[in-house]
């Protein structure tokens, strides 16, 4: 029963364009959703974070995006670097109780340049 | 850099052998996971530990599996008898655990473990 979805294994894009990576949650009790970047041989790093109480949230070149009806959420980098490339992992997590993470099978994003 | 460490980073082991992985959280974190990832899956929460209380196990965690932490500090997970199925990337994290906030986990590098 996978609970959260990345429906592409990979995206390829060119350096300066907008890379769009979305995922999709089954679980409505799901009320915190977190992206990760994972480069090979290394654990997943932090990339940013949104509470269902919010719909949109920024942090420099990355934006996530909420559709709580949808149950879908999608990570936007603007503009696209060659190091951004890696493996983005959703996750999504309840924000009480002990908050373990449910992770997606991730997208591998290749930036071109 | 104050981050996750894990160690030994690789353990290549026979079938039947036991392993033991330690895992060092960011010193204020209260709150430590272990996660197993296998190849084009994303990471699987194993267990939790809310300072030196383990009060969470995934029903991945055999018998074979058994961790701890000590006085609430580091962390170490033991696989007994380990089997072929049991390769896979061990990862740690650590977060900041305050009542009816959400904290970020910071994972570590992972130990690799294969079973020959």
């Known amino acids: 029963d996978q609970q959260v979805k990345q429906n592409s294994p990979s995206l390829s894009v060119q350096e300066g364009r907008i890379s769009i990576l979305n995922c999709d949650y089954t679980?409505?009790?799901?009320?915190?959703f977190l992206w990760y970047k994972k480069y090979p041989a290394e654990g997943p790093t932090f990339l940013i974070s949104?509470?269902?109480?919010?719909d949109k949230n920024e942090d420099g070149r990355f934006t996530v995006f909420l559709n709580k009806s949808a149950k879908h959420l999608s990570l936007h980098i603007v503009p696209s670097q060659p190091g951004d490339s890696a493996v983005y992992f959703c996750?999504?997590?309840?924000?009480?109780?002990?908050?373990?993470?449910?992770f997606g099978t991730g997208t591998r994003l290749l930036v071109s340049p | 850099d104050t981050g996750v460490s894990q160690d030994p980073r690789h353990k290549i082991t026979k079938r039947g052998q036991n392993v033991t992985f330690r895992c060092d959280p960011i010193?204020?974190?209260?709150?430590l996971y272990w996660y197993r990832q296998t190849l084009g899956q994303g990471p699987e929460f194993l267990t939790y530990?809310?300072?030196?209380?383990?009060?969470?196990k995934s029903r991945l965690l055999s018998d074979r599996f058994s961790a701890e932490r000590p006085k609430g500090s580091f962390s170490t997970l033991e696989i007994q008898r380990t089997e072929q199925g049991d390769s896979a990337m061990y990862l740690c994290?650590?977060?900041?655990?305050?009542?009816?906030?959400?904290?970020?986990?910071?994972f570590g590098p992972g130990t690799r473990l294969t079973v020959t």
């Open positions: 994290a650590s977060s900041l655990g305050i009542r009816g906030e959400s904290y970020e986990q910071y």
């Open positions: 679980n409505s009790m799901f009320d915190y």
């Open positions: 949104i509470s269902s109480i919010k």
């Open positions: 996750a999504a997590s309840y924000s009480t109780g002990f908050q373990k993470l449910v």
């Open positions: 010193s204020e974190h209260n709150r």
């Open positions: 530990f809310q300072n030196e209380a383990q009060l969470e």
